[in-house]
């Protein structure tokens, strides 16, 4: 996204690698007293239940001693007096559904009393405001239930799919095939790294599998257009990198925020902003890079607008022999579940994979943005790596290089947990997911995103687990 691959990246490219501390940033954090009144009132209404019970019945026995109308009106005035007598003791009248002399079980299913229902309609109160205060309550926790159970029961099932998904062994020769690439910051550009720098990256680069460079050289401005003074030593950068490491391309990583989300900016849909990162293009490539390679975030599953230019793109590369590449959204884990969230939060985070598909086949190299994908532990994300290979894997041509990104920082804020996505935990999932879908795929890599946020381990881990 210029917010970059990880999230924020056009402006972390810029800002995290100043000075000597470079770091990655990322985007774009009464229930017990109401319980204990809620018990508390339920042992009350308990209570005087059985209050109103008892002197029902003494009122029905005080009643049966008459005879005739007086034995009637007797048990009639035993009965309010009961009844007035639970009020006097607390404001809440408690009576139920049910009827005076009934048992509790009758009360509340509403039975009859002995002696018909227009008897029950004479005697029986109307029924009292705690008695529908109970029942709200009672359909309250079913409603609440029934909500926690529609949410919870899919995502432990998802969990539990992804956690099998990590299970098993790769099969034997899922390693590098020598098309990796890494994302670098903007400081090897614009005049802060020089020549002793390029040397102690070309030593760590030396046997490993990484081909491309992907150096940052914008952002793009909202209108398409690239400031002049955006990559004042791109030519110096390309030289020492060719006479130190022979073989390796040097690309442009361009971007922009889009304006799907926000008013504020670039708009794919003018024709004429489409044009002008055209000629952006053509220019980058004239200064001696090798490839161009675009990060344009947050991009909607189906936008058109985006074929539409890597249509254009793609003839601009050609006719200069350079590679075009793109940064990829994830796929639907869950069929159209881009939608499903879009509706939700605003956020289709997603392509689907039919979209997925249409894109790789425009481009000659496509990676994957596999990291910031919200799963809490390693083993999910693990599995959540090898599900994105896969469903990628399904439907890129072999005509087009397809990159794993491999997550070389450390945040913990929503949407990304540094103890769950691990370099390790990312080359275990792509192997399996390689192993399961296209092991003798070639034309595969991984993508590791970023230079100036990586650690010692994050090498370590690459080198030992993917380079072999």
């Keep these: 996204m210029d917010t970059g691959p990880m999230g924020a990246e056009e402006r972390t490219a810029r800002s995290g690698e100043n000075g000597t501390s470079e770091t990655a940033t990322g985007e774009t954090g009464p229930a017990a007293r109401a319980g204990v009144a809620e018990s508390s009132g339920d042992a009350v209404l308990a209570g005087e239940e059985q209050s109103a019970s008892g002197m029902s019945e003494s009122a029905a026995r005080a009643g049966e001693a008459g005879a005739g109308e007086s034995a009637s009106g007797v048990r009639a005035g035993a009965l309010r007096g009961a009844a007035e007598a639970a009020v006097g003791r607390d404001e809440e009248a408690v009576t139920g559904a049910g009827v005076p002399g009934g048992s509790p079980r009758a009360r509340e299913e509403g039975a009859d009393p002995p002696g018909g229902a227009g008897k029950a309609s004479e005697d029986v109160p109307a029924a009292a405001p705690g008695g529908r205060r109970r029942t709200r309550l009672k359909w309250a926790r079913r409603v609440v239930l029934g909500l926690v159970l529609v949410v919870l029961l899919p995502l432990l099932a998802a969990g539990t799919a992804l956690r099998v998904n990590y299970a098993g062994d790769p099969a034997d020769g899922t390693y590098t095939r020598n098309r990796d690439a890494i994302w670098l910051g903007h400081a090897w550009v614009d005049g802060r790294k020089d020549d002793a720098d390029v040397e102690?990256?070309?030593?760590?680069?030396?046997?490993?599998?990484?081909?491309?460079?992907?150096?940052?050289?914008?952002?793009?401005?909202?209108?398409?257009?690239?400031?002049?003074?955006?990559?004042?030593?791109?030519?110096?950068?390309?030289?020492?990198?060719?006479?130190?490491?022979?073989?390796?391309?040097?690309?442009?990583?361009?971007?922009?925020?889009?304006?799907?989300?926000?008013?504020?900016?670039?708009?794919?849909?003018?024709?004429?902003?489409?044009?002008?990162?055209?000629?952006?293009?053509?220019?980058?490539?004239?200064?001696?890079?090798?490839?161009?390679?675009?990060?344009?975030?947050?991009?909607?599953?189906?936008?058109?607008?985006?074929?539409?230019?890597?249509?254009?793109?793609?003839?601009?590369?050609?006719?200069?022999?350079?590679?075009?590449?793109?940064?990829?959204?994830?796929?639907?884990?869950?069929?159209?579940?881009?939608?499903?969230?879009?509706?939700?939060?605003?956020?289709?985070?997603?392509?689907?994979?039919?979209?997925?598909?249409?894109?790789?086949?425009?481009?000659?190299?496509?990676?994957?943005?596999?990291?910031?994908?919200?799963?809490?532990?390693?083993?999910?994300?693990?599995?959540?790596?090898?599900?994105?290979?896969?469903?990628?894997?399904?439907?890129?041509?072999?005509?087009?290089?397809?990159?794993?990104?491999?997550?070389?920082?450390?945040?913990?804020?929503?949407?990304?947990?540094?103890?769950?996505?691990?370099?390790?935990?990312?080359?275990?999932?792509?192997?399996?997911?390689?192993?399961?879908?296209?092991?003798?795929?070639?034309?595969?890599?991984?993508?590791?995103?970023?230079?100036?946020?990586?650690?010692?381990?994050?090498?370590?881990?690459?080198?030992?687990?993917?380079?072999?």
């Design 200 to 468: 102690a990256l070309a030593r760590r680069l030396r046997g490993t599998g990484i081909r491309d460079l992907y150096v940052h050289s914008g952002p793009l401005e909202h209108d398409g257009t690239l400031p002049g003074s955006a990559c004042p030593k791109a030519r110096w950068l390309i030289a020492a990198v060719h006479r130190e490491l022979p073989g390796v391309r040097v690309q442009a990583w361009l971007g922009d925020k889009l304006a799907s989300e926000s008013p504020d900016g670039l708009r794919l849909e003018r024709a004429q902003t489409r044009a002008a990162v055209v000629r952006s293009t053509r220019r980058i490539l004239t200064a001696g890079f090798e490839g161009a390679h675009f990060d344009l975030e947050p991009l909607h599953s189906g936008d058109r607008d985006y074929l539409s230019l890597l249509d254009d793109l793609r003839r601009v590369t050609r006719a200069h022999g350079a590679l075009l590449s793109v940064a990829a959204h994830q796929i639907d884990p869950l069929p159209a579940f881009h939608s499903f969230w879009g509706t939700t939060t605003g956020h289709p985070k997603w392509w689907s994979q039919a979209y997925f598909g249409q894109v790789a086949r425009r481009v000659d190299q496509i990676a994957v943005m596999s990291y910031d994908t919200m799963q809490p532990l390693e083993s999910l994300y693990g599995g959540y790596v090898a599900q994105q290979t896969s469903l990628a894997l399904e439907v890129t041509p072999h005509s087009t290089d397809l990159l794993m990104g491999l997550p070389f920082y450390h945040e913990n804020r929503f949407g990304h947990w540094a103890r769950a996505e691990t370099v390790p935990a990312a080359v275990r999932g792509v192997r399996l997911g390689l192993s399961r879908t296209d092991a003798d795929r070639t034309r595969f890599g991984v993508a590791l995103y970023v230079d100036f946020a990586a650690t010692e381990d994050d090498w370590t881990a690459y080198q030992e687990d993917w380079v072999g």
